[in-house]
């Protein structure tokens, strides 16, 4: 069993910043296994953000591309979530995920409201 615990979220004002954490425990598969983030508006469906592999490779959504960076401590089973330039549109709950031996798992999430 795994779990995942955000942190980080907040209300910034277009144009900030924010950091956002997410802490996994309860297996050892879990730091040997890549980290996602995730993302919910109101009324729309949940979206990938970023992914950060193992070995550290890293995608992201056309979106948050140049503005928001993911990072992983695998020592430390961590991950963060780097996000510059915020604007409106990305407001959401935002989730930690991992896929470990074949099991979803999902952090509570972390709202972040962006204002005009």
């Known amino acids: 069993q795994v779990q995942l615990v955000e942190s980080g979220g907040g209300l910034v004002q277009a144009g900030e910043s924010l950091r956002l954490s997410c802490a996994a425990s309860?297996?050892?598969?879990?730091?040997?296994?890549?980290m996602d983030w995730y993302r919910q508006a109101p009324g729309k469906q949940r979206e990938l953000v970023a992914t950060?592999?193992?070995?550290?490779?890293?995608i992201y959504a056309d979106s948050v591309k140049g503005r928001f960076t993911i990072s992983r401590n695998n020592a430390k089973n961590t991950g963060n979530l780097q996000m510059n330039n915020l604007k409106p549109e990305d407001t959401a709950v935002y989730y930690c995920?991992?896929?470990?031996?074949?099991?979803?798992?999902w952090g509570q999430g972390t709202q972040v409201t962006v204002s005009s």
């Open positions: 950060i592999t193992y070995g550290g490779s890293t």
């Open positions: 309860g297996s050892v598969f879990s730091s040997i296994n890549g």
């Open positions: 995920h991992q896929v470990v031996r074949g099991r979803d798992y």
